[in-house]
């Protein structure tokens, strides 16, 4: 399978850890992102599946990479601000299959 030239990481992590994910996405090769707020709403069930306390406050990071460097991005990423650690975040990506530009 061909591998996709762009990937939208998305990464989402307790409140006041995005600088953290980006420092980490930058270091693997990422350009910049953005930041989006949110609250989570686990349910109790998800909270003892994956042993950990949800905090509603929330950061969503969105980040366009090359796919070449879409694996490199995400293990960073994780190894900096994963479940393991107080950001408790996650990190998935998605193929993008177009992209634009728009000039003024």
């Known amino acids: 399978m061909a591998e996709n030239k762009t990937e939208l990481v998305v990464c989402i992590v307790n409140a006041g850890f995005s600088q953290n994910v980006m420092e980490a996405a ?3 090769g990422a350009k910049g992102g953005t930041i989006l707020r949110a609250r989570g709403s686990a349910n109790p069930e998800a909270e003892e ?5 949800v905090q509603p406050e929330k950061e969503v990071l969105i980040i366009l990479v090359p796919g070449t460097i879409k694996d490199d991005v995400l293990k960073a990423v994780y190894k900096a601000c994963g479940l393991g650690t107080d950001a408790c975040g996650i990190a998935f990506s998605v193929p993008v299959t177009h992209t634009t530009t728009i000039k003024e």
């Open 26 to 28: 930058r270091a693997a």
């Open 49 to 53: 599946f994956f042993n950990i306390t």
